[in-house]
Each structure stands twice: as structure tokens, then as C-alpha cells.
């Protein structure tokens, strides 16, 4: 099992950056893959980007070029850097894990981008 906790959401200006944390613990040593989705109000969850154990990053297509994903193997720990936020960036923001044995996520990070 793996327990994730984000952290670094908050309100921004159009044009602004926000990193987000997403701290893992637990059987860390069974994950395979880690992501960032995304969840606006009365829309789908979605893709933002995916970093696998080896270090091989994916993107979605909108966020391609203003996002990037990163790890800190030592402290266990994903980033999602994020610039150039539009208010279209508006939305719940979870990190998840990829295991053999399953999906883990965590409780999400509010961000609020204003025009």
C-alpha cells in the first residue's frame, strides 16, 4: 500500500507558476509509475503528467511545454512544476501511484487560477 499527501495548491494570477509536492510513503519500493491528474468542477478527471520509476515523463497534450514533472527519489517526493497558468488550470489536482497490486491516490490539491 502507498499513501500519498500533495501539497502547494493555492490561488494564482494568470501568468503565474505554482509548484505542486506530492509525497509518497508506504511500499515505495513497489512503484512503478506516478502521476498528476486533474479534476475542474463538472468535468472529467484528467491526465496532466505521468513519471515512470525510471524516469520517463509523459505529458497531456495542453500541458506540454508549460508543465513538468520530476521526482526526488530521496525524499520519496514528485513535483509538478506548473507556469504560464491559465484559469482554465483551475482545478482539484491528485497524484497517484502505480503499483502491480493497484492504484493509489491521494486526497488532492485545490489550485485557482484568476483572469
Known amino acids: 500500500q502507498v499513501q500519498l499527501v500533495e501539497s502547494g495548491g493555492g490561488l494564482v494570477q494568470a501568468g503565474g507558476s505554482l509548484r505542486l509536492s506530492c509525497a509518497a510513503s508506504?511500499?515505495?519500493?513497489?512503484?512503478?509509475?506516478m502521476g498528476w491528474y486533474r479534476q475542474a468542477p463538472g468535468k472529467q478527471r484528467e491526465l496532466v503528467a505521468t513519471?515512470?520509476?525510471?524516469?520517463?515523463?509523459n505529458y497531456a497534450d495542453s500541458m506540454k511545454g508549460r508543465f513538468t514533472i520530476s521526482k526526488n527519489n530521496a525524499k520519496n517526493t514528485v513535483y509538478l512544476q506548473m507556469n504560464s497558468l491559465k484559469p482554465e488550470d483551475t482545478a482539484l489536482y491528485y497524484c497517484?501511484?502505480?503499483?502491480?497490486?493497484?492504484?493509489?491516490w491521494g486526497q488532492g490539491t485545490q489550485v485557482t487560477v484568476s483572469s
Open positions: 513519471i515512470t520509476s525510471g524516469g520517463m515523463t
Open positions: 508506504g511500499s515505495i519500493s513497489s512503484i512503478r509509475a
Open positions: 497517484n501511484s502505480v503499483l502491480f497490486t493497484g492504484v493509489y
